[in-house]
């Protein structure tokens, strides 16, 4: 029988999954605020995370790759400078006096970010930058390898800003972005998966589930902004306890 907190967390991170997936996110940010909110140690949140990213970006970039939403050349180029610098983010671990604030600050700028991008609107499609489309890549997969998160939070609105791609093209890309940015991660710290959790079969199975109901939502009918700002909210709750404990 399964310990009450572990459905419990489960049962978060399922929700995680829903509204992350809805908007071509993988939700690292999410699964990351839940693990913080129910104390579990910094050394075993980073591995976990990048886990179920790579399981849940992957189903979610095939499913809105197959209804067209997915920009290749723009995706190409990002990666070119995300997985590198992502394996050596990965590689780099912060003492948790270090970790918690980092990631305390990264959680209220996401917070901050999902509230102001429900405010957004597609602008008029403009051709790919391509340098500076890797120079991006690279920053942002260095940052996601140190912090566990696949990228996504920071480079979504990036390029909807930039008018690259219009918002729904940008879920495919950045859930492809995301997968490739945690596996390189992971690699390039692999011997953190020795801190996995004995229970992440259970929160694997509810982040698929929550992906695939999440998916359905976002490519066919859901609106987003709602969901933006509750998004918000909960990040900020979240950054802001993790750097008050």
Same mark, same amino acid.
């Given at each position: ?7 419990? *967390? ?11 997936? =809805?908007? %071509?996110?993988?939700?690292? +940010?999410? &699964? ?17 995370? @990048? ?13 809105? $790759? ?6 290749? !050349?723009?995706?190409?180029?990002? !990666?070119?400078? !995300?997985?590198?610098?992502? &394996? @050596?983010?990965?590689? $780099?671990?912060?003492? =948790? ?5 980092? $990631? ?5 700028? !996401? ?25 991006? %890549? ?20 990036? *390029?909807?800003w930039l008018g690259?791609?219009?918002?729904? /093209?940008? =879920?495919?890309?950045? /859930? ?10 992971? #690699?390039?710290?692999?011997? +953190?998966?020795? +801190? ?21 939502? %976002?490519?066919?009918?859901?609106? +987003? ?11 900020? *709750?979240?950054g802001a306890k993790? #750097?008050?404990?």
């Amino acid at each position: 029988m399964f310990e009450a907190q572990t459905l419990l *967390i489960a049962g978060c991170l399922f929700l995680g999954a829903i509204l992350y997936t =809805s908007v %071509g996110h993988a939700g690292a +940010s999410a &699964y990351i605020a839940v693990m913080t909110l129910f104390d579990l140690p910094p050394v075993v949140i980073k591995p976990t995370a @990048l886990t179920l990213n790579i399981f849940v970006s992957s189903y979610t970039c095939l499913r809105y $790759i197959k209804s067209n939403l997915f920009h290749k !050349s723009l995706f190409l180029n990002l !990666s070119l400078g !995300s997985v590198p610098a992502a &394996y @050596l983010g990965g590689r $780099i671990n912060l003492p =948790s006096d270090v970790y918690r604030p980092v $990631i305390g600050v990264l959680l209220l700028l !996401s917070g901050v970010r999902f509230l102001v991008q429900a405010l957004q609107t597609d602008k008029a499609h403009r051709e790919v930058n391509k340098p500076l489309a890797i120079f991006m %890549g690279a920053c942002v997969g260095l940052l996601s390898g140190i912090t566990g998160t696949g990228g996504g939070i920071f480079l979504s609105p990036l *390029i909807i800003w930039l008018g690259w791609v219009s918002v729904k /093209a940008a =879920s495919g890309t950045v /859930a492809a972005f995301i997968f490739v940015n945690s596996t390189a991660g992971l #690699l390039g710290n692999f011997q +953190s998966t020795s +801190s996995l959790p004995s229970e992440l079969p259970i929160f694997l199975v509810a982040v698929l589930l929550g992906a695939f109901i999440g998916t359905r939502f %976002g490519i066919k009918r859901f609106s +987003s902004v709602g969901v933006k700002r509750a998004l918000g909210f909960v990040l900020l *709750i979240a950054g802001a306890k993790f #750097l008050l404990s």
